[in-house]
């Protein structure tokens, strides 16, 4: 699997050395992708309303479980293509109300990776 490499700080396009549009394999490729899924809003990329967390109905401004958020990204997460298994640990919320934590991946061709939240 290929996919557009994303700077990590900006989530912006990246160039290689030749000045053209970078480009990331696997297993950093389905890692990037999954944190993709997970950062859009369900209903927002217009060539595929699917895709996403449901923030709108589900999470901003409720009164929702972790237990359910957790269920929410791993879902997700697992929708990607060339993802086995996913594992949401959260590790704690800021002073600025900011949840952190990763996705664990276990990827279809056996390898694991992590995706900060």
Same mark, same amino acid.
Do not use: H
């Given at each position: 699997?290929t996919t557009?490499l994303l700077d990590?700080?900006?989530w $912006?396009l /990246? /160039?290689d050395?030749?000045g053209? #549009? %970078?480009?990331?394999t696997?297993? !950093?490729?389905t %890692?990037q992708? /999954? %944190?993709?899924?997970?950062?859009?809003?369900?209903?927002?990329c217009? !060539?595929?309303?699917?895709l996403g967390l449901?923030y709108?109905t589900n #999470?901003l401004? +409720?009164?929702n479980?972790?237990?359910l958020? +957790? %269920? $929410?990204?791993?879902q997700?997460a +697992?929708t /990607?293509?060339?993802v086995?298994?996913a594992?949401?640990v959260?590790?704690?919320i800021?002073? *600025?109300? *900011?949840?952190?934590?990763v #996705? *664990?991946l276990t990827?279809?061709?056996?390898t *694991?990776?992590?995706?900060?939240?």
């Open positions: 699997m557009l990590c700080a900006t $912006d /990246v /160039v050395a030749a053209n #549009i %970078a480009v990331a696997s297993p !950093y490729a %890692a992708n /999954v %944190a993709c899924a997970v950062r859009v809003f369900k209903g927002e217009w !060539y595929n309303t699917a449901p709108l #999470i401004g +409720r009164m479980s972790l237990a958020f +957790r %269920a $929410d990204v791993e997700t +697992r /990607v293509s060339g086995a298994s594992v949401c959260l590790t704690g800021s002073a *600025q109300r *900011q949840l952190s934590g #996705i *664990q990827l279809t061709e056996g *694991q990776t992590v995706v900060s939240l």
